[in-house]
């Protein structure tokens, strides 16, 4: 495959924003979490932070996160980082059409034969709408059209709503303006938290013929609405076949062996319909392919993949050595689909 250079103008102007932008304090804190961790010197750390970022392309939380504090240089280069995927966002998601991914409401429109689930729009005078909405499916989640990390996500139970002129109003007020069905995940996701929808984060590529899965990660949350860290919930990465490849963790330096509610082992789990899942993805891809480089969210639910949202910006989901005691990540997977 022909190189796609990320090119280095995109680099200087990411690096320039991030300079303008940088917190000195919130950098030492992270550098004294990671001295705490793995034993190292802090100005040592702080040192080889900023390094790894104005050179190497490495996020301060990405150096926390995939414990690059004991890494050697070659581990180090096999990571996929947030600044290169941020390149590789700007590059490959056509600007003009980054607003499907942005907006829940327009993104349900444009997905809506892969959502499977019902789904309206709060809109003024249709509070009658949005009860016999939500009666007719018992429990609902509203959301803002524009948000991220799970903000602006709320869960209500149609028989604990007494008066619904008040809670339309309010839903106009929050600007809660997304109503959908709640999905019925798998009973493999629900063996692990029942409480909550667990989503698949799948990153993916298409290169105008197929989509290449570039990683997996299974979230998992504690009972809330949504399974985002914001949330208390975490992440394990999965391999090829869909096999959890260790314990779970997060970016506060947690590591999950068990669900601590329902005591699954996290490193046994394994995401059900994995054909499904592939050839989902490969069908999702092609419905904008001027946006070739998404952050898929699915659930597999007992009928088969469903779409909860896709993300242009697609962020980041590595290995972490501390707790699985891999030592490598991705990169090469990104760079063979991709060509940079």
Known sequence: MPQKGLGLSP??????GRARRIDVKSVI??????????????????VDMLWQAGL???????YIDYDFAILSRDERATYMTHPVSNQLSQKFDHPDFRYIFQDKVE????FSEHLHRDWMVVEPGNAADVRAFAQGHGTIVTKEPVGQAGTGVHRFRAAEIDDWDAFHEGLLERGELLIEEVIVQH??????CSGTVNTTRITAFFDGERAHILAMAQKFGRGAVSDQMTFGGFY???????????????????????HPDSGFVIGEFQLPM???VRAFIDRVARVVPQVQYVGWDVV????????VEGNWGAGVYENKPSATGIRTGHKARYREAIGF
């Open 11 to 16: 680099r200087l102007r990411y690096l320039a």
């Open 29 to 46: 804190e992270r550098a004294k979490q990671s001295s705490a961790q793995h034993d190292k010197w802090t100005p040592a750390i702080v």
């Open 56 to 62: 190497r392309n490495v996020g301060f939380q990405d």
């Open 107 to 110: 993104f349900d429109r444009v």
């Open 187 to 192: 009973p493999d996701l629900a063996d692990v």
């Open 236 to 258: 394990t990465m999965l391999d090829e076949s869909g096999h959890a490849v260790g314990p779970g963790y997060d970016s506060h330096g947690h590591v999950y062996e068990k």
């Open 274 to 276: 994995m054909d499904d």
């Open 300 to 307: 597999v639910t007992p009928d088969g993949p469903v779409l």
